[in-house]
């Protein structure tokens, strides 16, 4: 193997070089209490003339000097180990081999070795702690004080990166670990327990605090979080596990609490056997590609590297930003980018005749529930519904095993546009579930085509026949930075000075983060057998005024410098979301953040005569809109203070 020439190089060959030298001389002097006879240092010198060079050679072939010495490590050491224990048993070989005459000491040849491991490795040793300031940073003052929070292996890596940073000083450690406390880690001081963080902030004079708890559970971490905002310093995390590829946690990982770490959960457990079984080497169809949730779908799906993801996208440039992003991050990938409406039929079975997939996402939809409240009412129905009728029958008769559609906490009991059409939605997949005959395609929709043969086509599964197709519906809340939320528009609020605006005071949501909603619609996915609705577990609802303060306080301001005013109710909105009707009853499911919701039953001759009012008005204004919704959906009781005339 070749190897680069530079000056480290060549000192480090020349180091070992002469700590072999030193090593079988001194064991010599060792062996013989430092008085050895006249013939043995005549034997000492003609040997080590064989000696050292045979070590040097042996370092070089156990590759020794391709590393750095102020990134020596456990490895190096176990590298240095194995190579002088092989020139240990190779020397008395090799003298014995060209017959070179001496006596060499059996205790030489035990001595030697030993003194030359303590050389190299403890050159090297001292060497790394030198480069990392190790031998005075007790003493080490420069830097920004800061306090650690967790004493694990994180916090053990971090304080190894600390000691290296002309930013930071670190001085001490926080963990709830009453064992710990009093010890020293890498030298500094594990100070006491996180609750104590406001006493030793203002003792020490600490401004920062970073927090290196990666696997702690989320209540841990916002526990620890809220210990920083009650002591008012600033606060740096390390990543996640899943977002520590290596075991080294380096400085420049650290970054800012985002409103993730506060309102986000503990990881979800998913069935990865049973998801590659439903998506590995099969197709995949994603509508509504580009948006919040589908783009995030595509990627968790493109984990399980399915044969073919499809995306459909009415958006041209959120298409082509997925393309771009898939492309960069899964080279092999076999990704098709289709442009096209939900409701257009033709286009739906154009794509679904050349892909064939086995398994559909919808999660196009129109969901901004003041837009869809006033002026868009009918094209929200059309769109959400009819455009769900559209995919959903498309995969019906071209052979897909399992629709997944994606619903809203806001289709409970709706008070809006929005919420009620995508009850209707789901109405729909409830009636295509229903054992009646597949509902016929709604006047001016084109022709049923001939479900395809059994079997044919790529990733298609044994049951992928018209009456094998599996509907399931998943209801979640709302997601931490999806499009239209209100998380976008308070950042752009505060780096404008001011003020965020808030409906009412006593507003609040479900929030969850876009990877976990995800995760849960492909673990629902999953486990469905054909016409249940998946309720989230959403964990607490959150009131929208605290996430406005919190935001605030994240980004390093008071409520003083950026301001809340409360602007009052919008139209189609309510003050709470909830994620069951109250007709419905949930059961439980093996994965602890999904259940079941017993919804009322859907008449499939119903929904008939509702798809083709639908199909057959092509527009309505608002309130001729919102007493169609009244007439089809006995759960939507609208607004009549906000409804627009």
Same mark, same amino acid.
């Given at each position: ?9 060549? !000192? ?18 060792? &062996? ?37 010495? =102020? ?9 240095? %180990? ?16 060209? =017959?070179? $005459? ?15 491991? +303590? ?12 480069k ?5 940073r ?10 650690? +929070? ?12 600390l ?10 450690? +926080?963990?709830?670990?009453a ?14 327990? !996180?609750?104590?963080?406001p006493?030793?902030?203002? &003792? ?7 927090i ?6 989320h209540?841990?971490? @916002? ?22 590829? $290596?075991?080294?946690? #380096? ?13 986000? &959960? ?23 590609a580009g ?11 493109? !984990? ?13 440039? /959120?298409?082509y ?9 899964f ?29 559909? %996402? ?9 837009l869809?409240?006033?002026h ?8 959400n519904?009819?455009g ?6 498309? /995969? ?13 906490? @806001?289709?409970?009991n ?6 009620? $059409? ?26 049923? @085509?001939?479900?395809?043969? &059994? ?84 964990g607490?609802?959150?009131k ?10 994240? $980004? ?38 999904? =259940?079941?919701?017993?919804? =009322? ?11 083709? #009012? ?6 309505l ?25």
């Open positions: 193997m070749l190897l680069k020439f530079d000056p480290r190089t060549v !000192l480090a060959i020349l180091h070992d070089l002469v700590a072999a030298a030193f090593a079988w001389s001194f064991a010599y002097l060792l &062996r013989f209490n430092f008085e050895p006879p006249v013939n043995f240092i005549d034997e000492m010198m003609r040997t080590l003339t064989w000696v050292a060079p045979l070590q040097s050679v042996i370092f070089w072939c156990f590759g020794l000097y391709h590393g750095l010495w =102020r990134y020596a490590s456990v490895t190096d050491l176990r590298r240095i %180990f194995l190579a002088v224990l092989t020139a240990a048993a190779l020397i008395p070989l090799v003298l014995w081999m060209f =017959r070179i $005459s001496a006596v060499v000491p059996r205790s030489v040849l035990v001595i030697s070795p030993v003194l030359l491991l +303590l050389l190299m490795g403890g050159s090297r040793l001292i060497y790394r702690l030198w990392e300031q190790g031998l005075y007790n003493f080490k003052l420069a830097g920004e004080p800061v306090l650690v +929070l967790g004493a694990g292996d994180a916090a053990v890596n971090l304080s190894k990166e000691t290296r940073s002309q930013e930071w000083h670190l001085v001490g450690f +926080l963990d709830d670990e064992g710990k406390h009093g010890h020293t880690i890498n030298g500094i001081r594990v100070l006491g327990a !996180l609750d104590s963080l006493q030793w902030a203002q &003792r020490l004079g600490v401004q920062q605090a970073i290196a708890m990666p696997s702690a559970s209540a841990v971490r @916002k526990r620890a979080i809220d210990f920083c905002n009650q002591a008012g310093i600033k606060v740096l995390t390390v990543p996640s596990f899943d977002d520590l590829l $290596s075991g080294r946690v #380096a400085i420049s990982q650290l970054r800012r609490v985002e409103l993730d770490d506060l309102l986000g &959960r503990d990881a979800v457990q998913l069935d990865t056997a049973g998801l590659h079984a439903l998506l590995t080497n099969k197709v995949v169809l994603v509508t509504g948006g919040s949730i589908g783009s995030e779908l595509c990627r968790q799906i493109a !984990l399980f590297k399915p044969r073919t993801l499809v995306l459909f996208e009415l958006s041209e440039f /959120a298409l930003k997925m393309e771009q992003e898939l492309s960069m991050k080279p092999a990938l076999d990704i098709a980018c289709q442009i096209g409406d939900v409701r257009d039929t033709a286009r739906l079975d154009q794509i679904f005749d050349e892909y064939k997939p086995a398994v559909v %996402f919808h999660a196009a939809a129109y969901k901004h529930v003041p869809m409240e006033q868009n009412a009918w094209q929200a129905i059309r769109n519904v009819l769900t009728w559209s995919v959903a029958t498309a /995969a019906q008769r071209h052979g897909v095993v399992k629709f997944v559609q994606i619903s809203t906490d @806001k289709a409970v709706p008070t809006n546009v929005m919420g009620a $059409s995508k009850r209707l939605a789901e109405m729909v997949c409830q009636g295509l579930q229903a054992p009646s005959p597949p509902t016929p395609l709604p006047k001016g929709e084109g022709k049923n @085509k001939a479900p395809p043969p &059994r079997g044919e086509g790529l990733g298609r599964g044994s049951d992928s026949t018209e009456a094998g197709i599996r509907f399931v519906m998943v209801r979640f809340g709302n997601v931490l930075g999806s499009t239209g939320s209100v998380i976008p528009k308070f950042r752009e609020q505060i780096a404008q000075g001011g003020p965020i605006t808030v409906t009412h005071p006593e507003i609040t949501r479900y929030f969850m983060s876009i990877p976990e909603a995800a995760q849960l619609v492909l673990q629902a996915g999953l486990m469905g057998k054909g016409g249940e609705i998946f309720v989230l577990d959403m607490d609802p959150v929208i005024v605290d996430l406005a303060r919190d935001l605030i306080r994240l $980004s390093g301001l008071s409520e003083e410098e950026i301001k809340i005013e409360f602007t009052g109710l919008r139209p189609g909105e309510k003050l709470y979301e909830e994620l069951l009707a109250d007709s419905e009853h949930t059961l439980p499911t093996p994965h602890p953040k999904l =259940r079941i919701a017993q919804a =009322r039953k859907v008449d499939a001759a119903l929904l008939k005569d509702i798809l083709a #009012a639908i199909d057959t008005r092509a527009t204004s608002d309130a001729q809109a919102k007493s169609f919704l009244e007439q089809w959906v006995v759960e939507y009781q609208p607004d009549q203070t906000l409804a627009v005339k």
